[in-house]
Protein backbone atom coordinates (compact mmCIF):
# COMPACT_ATOMS: atom_id res chain seq x y z
CA UNK A 1 0.00 0.00 0.00
CA UNK A 2 0.81 3.75 -0.63
CA UNK A 3 0.40 6.21 1.43
CA UNK A 4 -2.46 7.36 -1.09
CA UNK A 5 -3.77 4.24 -0.93
CA UNK A 6 -7.63 4.54 0.91
CA UNK A 7 -7.20 1.09 2.13
CA UNK A 8 -4.19 2.26 4.23
CA UNK A 9 -5.90 3.10 7.23
CA UNK A 10 -2.18 4.26 9.15
CA UNK A 11 -1.51 6.74 6.36
CA UNK A 12 -2.20 9.80 7.63
CA UNK A 13 -4.94 10.84 5.19
CA UNK A 14 -7.12 8.41 6.47
CA UNK A 15 -10.13 9.49 8.38
CA UNK A 16 -9.92 7.10 10.20
CA UNK A 17 -6.58 7.45 12.42
CA UNK A 18 -4.93 10.12 14.80
CA UNK A 19 -1.25 10.61 14.83
CA UNK A 20 -0.17 11.20 18.46
CA UNK A 21 2.58 13.50 18.97
CA UNK A 22 2.02 14.45 22.60
CA UNK A 23 -0.61 14.03 25.50
CA UNK A 24 -2.87 16.96 24.04
CA UNK A 25 -3.51 15.24 21.11
CA UNK A 26 -5.61 12.83 23.14
CA UNK A 27 -9.22 15.08 23.80
CA UNK A 28 -12.66 13.48 24.46
CA UNK A 29 -12.42 10.46 22.55
CA UNK A 30 -14.50 7.61 23.41
CA UNK A 31 -15.37 6.30 27.43
CA UNK A 32 -11.41 6.49 28.07
CA UNK A 33 -9.44 9.32 29.68
CA UNK A 34 -6.88 10.81 28.56
CA UNK A 35 -4.01 9.44 30.81
CA UNK A 36 -5.29 6.09 29.92
CA UNK A 37 -5.40 6.75 25.94
CA UNK A 38 -1.90 7.98 26.25
CA UNK A 39 -0.27 5.07 28.35
CA UNK A 40 -1.64 3.11 25.77
CA UNK A 41 -0.20 4.95 22.98
CA UNK A 42 3.06 4.59 25.09
CA UNK A 43 2.88 1.27 25.41
CA UNK A 44 2.01 0.48 21.49
CA UNK A 45 5.16 2.76 20.71
CA UNK A 46 7.14 0.60 23.08
CA UNK A 47 5.73 -2.85 21.41
CA UNK A 48 5.88 -1.17 18.20
CA UNK A 49 2.24 -1.48 17.61
CA UNK A 50 -0.61 0.77 16.87
CA UNK A 51 -3.75 1.59 19.43
CA UNK A 52 -7.24 0.28 17.68
CA UNK A 53 -10.50 1.97 19.18
CA UNK A 54 -12.98 0.11 19.29
CA UNK A 55 -16.06 1.67 20.28
CA UNK A 56 -19.37 -1.01 20.61
CA UNK A 57 -16.82 -3.17 22.60
CA UNK A 58 -15.11 -0.35 24.27
CA UNK A 59 -11.87 -2.29 24.15
CA UNK A 60 -8.40 -1.11 23.47
CA UNK A 61 -6.39 -3.37 20.79
CA UNK A 62 -2.61 -3.48 20.32
CA UNK A 63 -2.08 -4.63 16.65
CA UNK A 64 0.80 -4.74 14.22
CA UNK A 65 0.54 -2.27 11.51
CA UNK A 66 0.73 -5.17 9.06
CA UNK A 67 -2.37 -7.00 11.03
CA UNK A 68 -4.90 -4.20 10.20
CA UNK A 69 -6.57 -4.24 6.95
CA UNK A 70 -9.74 -1.61 6.31
CA UNK A 71 -12.76 -3.34 5.28
CA UNK A 72 -14.26 -0.22 3.09
CA UNK A 73 -18.14 -0.04 2.93
CA UNK A 74 -20.26 -1.15 0.52
CA UNK A 75 -23.00 -0.14 -1.46
CA UNK A 76 -22.59 3.62 -0.05
CA UNK A 77 -22.39 2.05 3.38
CA UNK A 78 -26.25 0.85 2.89
CA UNK A 79 -25.16 -2.60 2.61
CA UNK A 80 -21.97 -2.86 4.92
CA UNK A 81 -20.14 -0.40 7.17
CA UNK A 82 -16.65 0.35 7.29
CA UNK A 83 -14.73 -2.20 9.25
CA UNK A 84 -11.14 -3.46 10.78
CA UNK A 85 -10.20 -6.37 10.29
CA UNK A 86 -7.74 -6.92 12.71
CA UNK A 87 -5.46 -10.34 13.53
CA UNK A 88 -3.83 -11.22 16.69
CA UNK A 89 -5.24 -8.50 18.49
CA UNK A 90 -3.84 -7.77 21.80
CA UNK A 91 -6.60 -6.18 24.58
CA UNK A 92 -5.13 -3.40 26.50
CA UNK A 93 -6.68 -2.92 29.87
CA UNK A 94 -6.75 0.71 30.40
CA UNK A 95 -7.94 0.52 34.61
CA UNK A 96 -4.09 -1.81 34.97
CA UNK A 97 -2.06 -0.53 31.76
CA UNK A 98 -1.40 -4.41 31.17
CA UNK A 99 -1.44 -6.48 27.70
CA UNK A 100 -3.22 -9.82 27.13
CA UNK A 101 -3.74 -11.94 24.08
CA UNK A 102 -7.78 -11.98 22.65
CA UNK A 103 -8.96 -15.06 22.67
CA UNK A 104 -9.82 -15.00 18.83
CA UNK A 105 -7.19 -14.78 16.32
CA UNK A 106 -8.97 -12.18 14.03
CA UNK A 107 -11.26 -9.39 15.13
CA UNK A 108 -13.45 -7.46 13.11
CA UNK A 109 -14.18 -4.13 14.55
CA UNK A 110 -17.05 -2.29 13.25
CA UNK A 111 -18.52 -0.03 12.20
CA UNK A 112 -17.17 2.36 14.79
CA UNK A 113 -13.53 2.48 15.15
CA UNK A 114 -10.36 4.78 14.98
CA UNK A 115 -6.40 4.25 15.25
CA UNK A 116 -3.97 5.69 17.45
CA UNK A 117 -0.44 5.65 15.49
CA UNK A 118 2.56 6.86 18.08
CA UNK A 119 4.02 9.77 16.13
CA UNK A 120 6.93 11.30 19.20
CA UNK A 121 9.04 11.89 16.34
CA UNK A 122 7.42 14.18 13.94
CA UNK A 123 9.23 16.96 15.41
CA UNK A 124 12.47 16.18 14.79
CA UNK A 125 14.14 16.02 11.24
CA UNK A 126 14.86 12.66 9.78
CA UNK A 127 18.67 11.79 10.22
CA UNK A 128 18.76 10.77 6.90
CA UNK A 129 17.27 13.46 4.66
CA UNK A 130 19.11 15.59 1.87
CA UNK A 131 17.80 17.92 0.04
CA UNK A 132 16.65 17.15 -3.05
CA UNK A 133 19.68 18.21 -6.39
CA UNK A 134 18.46 21.33 -8.25
CA UNK A 135 17.78 20.60 -12.35
CA UNK A 136 18.65 23.37 -14.33
CA UNK A 137 17.40 24.21 -17.74
CA UNK A 138 18.36 26.25 -20.16
CA UNK A 139 16.17 28.88 -21.79
CA UNK A 140 15.23 28.26 -25.28
CA UNK A 141 16.02 31.04 -27.45
CA UNK A 142 13.36 31.20 -29.91
CA UNK A 143 10.46 31.67 -27.36
CA UNK A 144 10.16 35.45 -25.62
CA UNK A 145 9.03 33.99 -22.65
CA UNK A 146 11.57 31.50 -21.85
CA UNK A 147 8.81 28.54 -21.71
CA UNK A 148 9.02 25.14 -23.06
CA UNK A 149 6.38 24.01 -25.32
CA UNK A 150 4.73 24.60 -29.06
Given at each position: MTSRDPADVTAP???HNLHVTQKSDLIDIGPWSQTQLWAAVQRADDDGSIVV???GREQLYLVDTDDAT?????????????GL???EPRT?????GTVS?????TRTVAPEFDILIPAFDWTEPDDQWEPPELEYRERPTDT???AIGG
Open positions: MSRLDYYLPPTALGFADSPRVRYDPERRARVDPSG
